[in-house]
């Protein structure tokens, strides 16, 4: 039985053929609606979340499974006191595979720890979001062709931004990646990201405060969200939430080709007015989620559809 904790836990050939099983997937949905009868997903969110939970939920649901668990925990029994080592040896008898959110970093491979389903990892605090990051290698290899040889800038919020971390983990195992960090002075890529992932692999990187000098030389654009929910300090987040926004005017430096990427929820850092652009792609992005999230759930339970 497998688990998914961290983006590592598959090999880059594993990667890609669960990429290869994600566009089958979107060119053939007919031939997977029934892969999955008689299957049960769990949901088990401590955190609140719009697509993940959600598109596990659809993916679940396109495979012909069905779906069962909580969106908070307060509609949970964690509210009195519950751990997550006993929830999951009493899910693990209601489902045969479960995607976990939790605040707290470590929750999901804790419970993976006492479960008999495997346990994904829907995002952990500020450390990982493994199924984001499979959403946007999908996203970046479907809409540009390919994994390697290009100039990415990750901007905004790089110190408690799960999905930035896991998408430096795993975008260093392909050739020839530039990586171009935007972010404000308080808002920097934590050590143990930078020294001990792209330092140690020699990985070829910039940090910049200003999204306007790195914009013409970016092949894609990844922005992310000042996070309300990860400051102790409501004035700190008032004065950093607003340091990004990228908006026509902006965009006129960027490259014809260059894509914009964004996980999602966006707040101010992206203004409507770009979503026209046919560089801005992350409303694909979103969809692309649910072809990635059927192809990991098809790969954990180990079902194969000929
Ligand atoms: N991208 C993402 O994790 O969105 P949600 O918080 O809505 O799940």
Redesign the pocket.
Same mark, same amino acid.
């Given at each position: 039985m497998r688990h998914l904790m961290n983006p590592l836990d598959f090999s880059v050939e594993e990667l890609d053929r669960l990429l290869d099983l994600a566009n089958d997937i979107e060119a053939n949905p007919a031939k997977y609606a029934h892969a999955c009868a008689g299957k049960k997903l769990a949901t088990l969110f401590y955190e =609140?979340? *719009? #697509? *993940? #939970?959600l598109s596990f939920e659809a993916a679940m649901l396109n495979l012909g499974g069905s779906v069962l668990g909580f969106s908070s925990a307060d509609s949970s029994s964690a509210a009195k006191g519950e751990s997550v080592s006993d929830t999951i040896r009493v899910i693990s008898g209601y489902a045969d595979i479960c995607a976990m959110r939790h605040p707290k970093e470590g929750a999901p491979l804790v419970a993976s720890l006492k479960s008999s389903i495997p346990v994904i990892n829907a995002?952990d605090g500020g450390h990982q979001?493994p199924t984001?990051t499979l959403t946007d290698l999908l996203t970046i290899r479907s809409e540009k062709g390919r994994l390697h040889d290009f100039t990415i800038g990750l901007c905004g919020d790089l110190k408690f931004g799960r *999905?930035v971390h896991s998408l430096i983990q795993a975008l260093i195992r392909y050739p020839n990646i530039r990586f171009v960090l935007i972010s404000p002075e308080e808002l920097r890529l934590p050590d143990n990201i930078r020294d001990d992932v792209l330092v140690k692999n020699n990985q070829q990187f910039q940090e910049m405060v200003r999204l306007e000098d790195a914009l013409p030389e970016l092949d894609l654009l990844y922005m992310t969200r000042v996070q309300k929910e990860r400051f102790f300090n409501e004035e700190d987040y008032i004065r950093m939430k607003d340091f990004y926004i990228l908006d026509k005017e902006k965009m006129k430096l960027a490259g014809p080709n260059m894509l914009i990427l964004h =996980?999602? =929820?966006r707040v101010n850092e992206i203004s409507v007015e770009i979503d026209d652009d046919p560089r801005a792609v992350y409303f694909k992005q979103a969809q692309y989620g649910v072809y990635v999230r059927m192809a990991l759930i098809l790969t954990l339970l180990e079902v194969e559809v000929c």
């Open positions: =609140p979340s *719009t #697509r *993940t #939970r995002g979001h984001q *999905t =996980p999602l =929820p």
